[in-house]
């Protein structure tokens, strides 16, 4: 920290006693068990706390041990995570887990370069588990700590390597100033995430703003500056073919490389892959569903179709609509069977 030595101890006090009287009460924030904060760390990377709350406890209902999770098929794991996106993440969990128990025992290594070598887990990952589960003084930089730091000390205007160095270096100090290391991060990711808002920070209510350089500048609002869309969005048409026979529903596996590979979904019509081996004679749309994944927004039209022949073997299956929940989906598939089983003249069911 560029401030004067007793700042640093003194902010961190503030911050670990707000923290104290002010976190939400979330289920990983009731255990030091390192496997359960490792699996929030990995769904919150890139997923909004509410969204991950479920998702959570089913995953640790399902995979309550790391020895559990190395013993489960990747599919299997992938069908716990349907719907979360980002399914890199899943793979690297269970690859992970694997590791885990064949080398460290069954522990999440407490050694950070250990830590470091495991898929899926960089600095700010290391440093949450460690930091939380073992109170290692270990220094997290995420969108939020960088928000709530960038402000505290009005960085600005650096170049993003120097800007990346004084935060870390900020955090660090205040980590190692700490009580509580566990309790210290989580304090300035909280305070990113409930009162250091991008675009409404609620400054009064901030335990550290007497100390704030951009809120006494006037520039909060200001600082980070905002961000630039990395990449413009893309709209993406698609009909998508609702196939249903004796109660159940075709399904195709993904197997292009992207994030999605191997993925079961509904049989998707594009102008550039066509219907993929498919032959379907498909009804007017009854629906349009909209989904976006990272920059593509998918406009899907939902259409209810017929089979002309039977689809080619191996990457197709008919599923029991009971069944779905077994496979690996992305939530697409449940939004486009919602908005099939809505559409006028059709009793509302439950489709999954
Ligand atoms: N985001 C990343 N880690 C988090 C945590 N431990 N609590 C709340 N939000 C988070």
Not at 8 to 24: D, Q, T
Not at 132 to 152: C, E, F, K, T, W
Not at 164 to 193: H, I, K
Request: hydrophobic letters at 40%; one cysteine or more; glycine letters at 6%.
């Amino acid at each position: 920290m560029t401030a004067r030595s007793e700042e640093p101890r003194a902010l961190a006090r503030r911050l670990v006693s707000w923290y104290r009287r002010n976190r939400r009460d979330l289920p990983w924030r009731r255990t030091r068990d390192p496997y359960r904060i490792w699996v929030s760390e990995i769904m919150l990377q890139q997923t909004t706390v509410r969204a991950v709350v479920p998702y959570f406890e089913r995953f640790l209902r399902a995979y309550p041990t790391v020895a559990d999770l190395a013993a489960a098929r990747l599919n299997d794991v992938l069908a716990s995570w349907s719907g979360l996106g980002y399914y890199r993440r899943a793979r690297d969990l269970h690859a992970s887990a694997r590791i885990v128990v064949a080398r460290h025992g069954g522990r999440f290594p407490d050694r950070l370069e250990e830590a470091l070598a495991l898929p899926g887990i960089g600095r700010y990952t290391a440093g949450a588990i460690l930091s939380i589960a073992h109170g290692q003084r270990l220094p997290v930089v995420d969108g939020n700590v960088s928000r709530v730091l960038s402000r505290l000390l009005l960085l600005r205007g650096a170049a993003p390597a120097a800007r990346d160095r004084r935060l870390w270096s900020a955090a660090t100090g205040l980590v190692t100033a700490a009580s509580e290391p566990g309790d210290l991060n989580q304090a300035l990711m909280e305070l990113g995430a409930t009162v250091c808002a991008p675009l409404e920070p609620a400054c009064p209510r901030c335990p550290i703003r007497a100390a704030c350089r951009a809120r006494a500048a006037g520039l909060q609002l200001r600082v980070p500056p905002p961000r630039r869309t990395r990449r413009l969005p893309v709209t993406i048409r698609a009909d998508v073919a609702v196939v249903e026979r004796a109660g159940r529903l075709l399904l195709r596996r993904r197997r292009d490389g992207g994030l999605m590979r191997g993925l079961w979904e509904l049989p998707t019509v594009t102008r550039r892959s066509g219907a993929d081996g498919l032959r379907l004679e498909m009804s007017e749309p009854i629906a349009t569903v909209r989904h976006s994944i990272t920059y593509r927004r998918l406009e899907l039209r939902v259409r209810p179709a017929r089979l002309l022949s039977e689809p080619p073997r191996g990457r197709y299956r008919w599923v029991r609509r009971g069944d779905l929940r077994r496979l690996p989906t992305s939530s697409m598939v449940r939004k486009v069977l919602a908005a099939y089983g809505e559409r006028p003249g059709r009793r509302a069911r439950r489709l999954v």
